[in-house]
């Protein structure tokens, strides 16, 4: 099933993700972070903007997938609405994500991540698919 | 897994060196303190410090300790200049994060009459909460580099505060050592925008009122009188250091790997002191400790002209001047006497504070009969402490003490505990006023989400690395 699920930490958060394909996997995660960052779901997916990142491993990807998207909202404004992952191996991952640059009228954002991080990371393959456990620092 | 713990005094623990490590874990907290760390993973991460190569003396944790990432909260660790290591995991994303404390001349009872004014003049005039900034600072890219060269001096020149303000800042404000070369294009992209902004989660500036003296002679020597408002600025070194973090973190993990390093956590990467990848960490470090530097200097400016503008004085009639400021997350090359030797060392203080003692060179000129001043921050509802450095931190944590309260509960488990609470009235009840961007904040952030920070600073008296010299309390809390 895709799904992903927040985790407690004492001073920061985590994602606990699962997918039934590794593209289904990398997008729940990146919901999770959404989820952490804000609980608003007025995000219109009005632009679309191509990412391409690549790693050492599926855990350095997925650390890299997820502040790429940090990048975006930080220095870009930019909201994300949807993920489409339409390509994904253990080194390099390519999207597109929608959604739209921020509002302060409209949107409201609970918590500012300032990194995603190797602690604990994990990305695994199960039975039916694919798990993912990753922390962020708030 | 549990972690083997000896009991050395009332107030110190010992991990015995055994697997990997190489070296014992130093561990200050009381009994109560450690049955509850001894149910956390944050003791595994003190021992798994102990194992990073050319580490002198034990991994180090302070009472405030709690679970981190690699390397725990309040852990402080020392590596031989020539055989150790720099881990960007032993200083953290928030690189020079760090406290600020201002005095003023003005007693709890000319403030207060203003105390909502002037909340919302600095909640207005302090950029804090996520995307925020102030228009009127536009920095190209060859200016930030200078910041970044120059920490606080850039801003001083720049017309925010004074020269004196440097005197009373670690490293006076400027950390040797920074080249911009070394930072990514990314990290200069996000900085660009945040300088001079508070950020949120436990970042905040506060108004204080210095509510009890614990040491009159130190007092005096600070600045410090009863009744005084104070004002603490605790912020870092934002997007810019999360990213210089994040671009060596990758470096290093790929370096720990060419060096034959073996790490117990990923986050734990590392590289030799005097490798090319070492120093380049060293480098960007410096630049983004210098950003946080400038930031806070911003800040401050921005602080007294909004005293300024709310009570009608003069910058002369207010001297608003820089008690000291400190950093909490940071590797400094410093000399320590260690074992009868003078030993050049990399002290890692992740949640750790400097905490040098009367006599030292490096504590400021005005402080030196009394110890390098340390700002401890507590929770937005009770107190925080202004100590200072002893001797005996000097001798046994590398002039080392605690940086805060320690959090206890999740977010998750604060968010639950202030559901149904107004926690602006309640703070309201205490005399204490709060401007806050985020709803989610200020509900993460209530007092029993943290340790109380007067077991903190009680410990690290007992065990005499840090002398308690005064107790402030809130007024007013701008949170991001």
Known sequence: MNSFRLLEHTADMGIAAEGETLAALFQQAALGLRQIITACTDIQPSQEILVEVQGQDREELLVNWLSELLFLLESRQFLPAAFEIDSVTDYQLRARVRGETLDADRHYLEREIKAVTYHQIKVEETASGWRAQVFVDL | MSVKVQQIDACRWRIPREGAMRTDGLVFADRAMMAVLQKEKALE???????????????????????????????????????GVVSPGGVGYDINCGVRLLRTELTVGEVRPW????????????????????????LSVAEERKVLTKGARWAVENGFGRAEDLEHIEEKGTLAGADPEVISDRALERGRNQLGTLGSGNHFLEVDLVEEIGDQQAANVLGLFPGQVTVTIHTGSRG?????????????????????????DRQLCCAPLNSPEGKQYLAAMACAANFAFA???LITAWVRESFERVLGKSSDELRISVIYDVCHNIAKMETHQFEGQTRRLCVHRKGATRAFPPGHADTPELYRSVGQPVLIPGDMGRYSYVLVGTQGAFEETFGSTCHGAGRVLSRHAAKKLARGRNIEAELAARGIIIRASSRATLAE???ESYKDVLDVVNVVEQAGIGK??????????IKG
């Open chain 2, 45 to 83: 991460q003190v021992r798994n410090v102990a194992t990073l190569p050319g580490i002198v003396g034990p991994s180090i944790a302070m009472p405030d300790i709690h679970w981190g990432y690699g390397f725990p909260i309040g852990g402080v660790a020392a590596f031989d200049a020539e055989q």
């Open chain 2, 115 to 138: 105390i909502e004014k002037l909340a919302d003049e600095l909640f207005r005039n302090v950029p804090s909460g996520i995307g925020s900034h102030r228009r009127d600072l536009k």
């Open chain 2, 240 to 264: 810019l250091g999360y990213q210089v973090c994040d671009d060596h973190l990758r470096m290093m993990l790929h370096a720990a790997s060419k060096y034959g390093i073996e790490l117990p």
């Open chain 2, 295 to 297: 930031n806070r200097q």
């Open chain 2, 445 to 447: 952030e209530i007092s």
């Open chain 2, 468 to 477: 308690i010299v005064a107790r402030l309390r809130p007024l007013a809390v």
